[in-house]
């Protein structure tokens, strides 16, 4: 898109660069046709912030892939722990 040009949200002027830094980041959308958010919104919390995490490793620009692995790791994990939790209360 031409970064000159504009579109408005929210009564603000956004250069159309900046609109798709926040609705559209390549970090999340570089794989054609499909865009992260459109898999994780039918995920939990958990599983949904683990794929994220997954799915930008190495295209989000200054981000250590290992950390992102991590925070998907930590995601994950919680799920485990509140899936285990699920189990203790129906016995």
């Given at each position: ?71 998907a790791i930590f995601y994950l994990e919680r799920e ?6 699920e189990d203790m209360k129906d016995e």
């Amino acid at each position: 898109m031409n970064s000159n040009r504009y579109q408005t949200r929210s009564r603000k002027i956004w250069k159309m660069n900046d609109y798709e830094k926040v609705y559209h980041p390549t970090h999340y959308n570089w794989i054609p046709g499909v865009e992260c958010i459109d898999i994780i919104e039918w995920m939990s919390f958990n599983l949904g912030n683990a794929v994220k995490y997954i799915w930008r490793v190495g295209n989000k620009p200054n981000e250590d892939p290992e950390i992102e692995l991590r925070k998907a790791i930590f995601y994950l994990e919680r799920e485990i722990s509140r899936l285990q939790q699920e189990d203790m209360k129906d016995e």
